[in-house]
């Protein structure tokens, strides 16, 4: 967990801002911050506790496996049902040959904010979500992974790249802590070329429905709106997030408003959906700032430094110790945001639900199982 951590903080916090940050001529103050935050991060998670730890050189081997497979087809059945005019708008439109057309349409309305989120549809994205937790702890076969692929279908032609990209998320951060002692001793070489695969397909996600959308208009080039896109998906977060960090603020202003929104919705706050306003960037246009934005906005610059510090040093320690549930909990959802990257997940009130049911629903099967968690 920590060996893949150590990777995965480099290949998407470490390297671009490093990219970035020498590429452009940013200003010396957001250097610095962004360096704070990152080396803080680093430093919790590979700093050598001094305290008593279970096994403090070998990893805790916690294992585990989901054995009830009917849950699997249950969430399938439900998703189905859910999106049932969703699955018959898909299958009537291939069979007319007018998938693309429709998905185009699909994606315009969304990007608009023409289309209602109706009750259905977030009751189905806390199914989705849902499901994807549990594919985390899952014991891996091939019935379980085509219902996942049939969910990732049916939320890729609505063009909910969102929903996705935060249910792979989930997926790989649940899979992080169930394959804890084995995933200490991967080969290097098989990491990196894990997540270069993995970059490769969050990079198709999130340009899929832009070309879909940008194609409608004649005389575009196909290729230049692909390079462009992938680099508003990519470099382009960095380099937002470089520009506006300069003016971020140094002491708490929303106390989690903007990281953790489904908590101030739960007591009848209302929050603004989406992301924020698109700025111009050295790598072309994009409003996606990263994660690190929200959090700035709501604890300051010297409380996320702290903030990250103890997201470091929590994996360190949960790396080596037995998880109660709420140990349990607080591990998985922290590994969640970071993984997540783009933006907090818990922005969204059907992914924090469908999240912490899968979590509960994990915790509580194993210990009926006599599990390692506890």
């Known amino acids: 967990m920590r060996t893949i951590m150590n990777y995965f903080f480099c290949i998407f916090y470490i390297f671009p801002f490093l990219l970035v940050l020498i590429q452009n001529n940013h200003s010396t103050y957001s250097v610095w911050i962004i360096i704070l935050i990152l080396f803080s991060f680093m430093l919790g998670l590979n700093y050598n506790l001094n305290i008593k730890l279970i096994n403090r050189n070998v990893a805790i081997n916690t294992k585990i496996n989901i054995n009830n497979d009917k849950i699997y087809i249950i969430a399938l059945l439900l998703y189905c049902l859910l999106n049932y005019d969703l699955l018959f708008e898909i299958l009537f439109n291939s ?36 499901y994807c937790t549990l594919m985390g702890y899952s014991k891996k076969n091939y019935v379980n ?49 894990y997540f270069m695969f993995t970059i490769l397909i969050l990079i198709l996600i999130f340009s899929f429905s832009a070309i879909l959308r940008l194609t409608q208009y004649n005389d575009i080039d196909l290729t230049d709106i692909f390079t462009s896109k992938i680099q508003s998906y990519t ?9 506006w960090v300069y003016n971020a603020p ?29 700025i111009n960037t050295n790598y072309g246009e994009t409003n996606v700032f990263s994660l690190l934005r929200g959090f700035l906005n709501d604890f300051g610059v010297c409380l996320t430094i702290i903030i ?14 037995k998880l109660t549930l709420i140990k349990f909990i607080i591990l998985n959802s922290i590994i969640f945001i970071l993984v997540t990257v783009v933006i907090s997940p818990f922005q969204f009130t059907t992914v924090s639900a469908g999240f912490f049911c899968g979590l509960v629903y994990v915790y509580f099967n194993q210990s009926k199982n006599q599990s390692h968690l506890s």
């Open 235 to 243: 470099v382009a977060i960095y380099d937002a997030f470089a520009l």
């Open 308 to 321: 990250f510090l103890l997201f470091g040093v929590i994996i360190n320690w949960c790396n080596y110790i």
């Open 145 to 193: 992974t085509i219902i996942l692929i049939i969910m990732i279908a049916v939320e890729s032609s609505n063009l909910a790249r969102a929903s996705v990209v935060i249910g792979l998320a989930s997926i790989f951060s649940g899979y992080l802590i169930s394959e804890n002692n084995e995933l200490q001793t991967i080969k290097h070489k098989k990491i990196i070329i």
């Open 250 to 278: 140094i002491f708490p202003v929303s106390y989690g408003f903007e990281s953790f929104t489904f908590v101030f919705k739960a007591f009848g706050y209302k929050a603004p959906p989406g992301f924020y306003d698109p």
């Open 95 to 130: 069979m007319n040959g007018d998938l693309s057309t429709w998905a185009v349409q699909k994606s315009i309305e969304r990007y608009d904010e023409i289309a209602d989120v109706s009750i259905t549809q977030q009751i189905s994205t806390v199914v989705f979500i849902f």
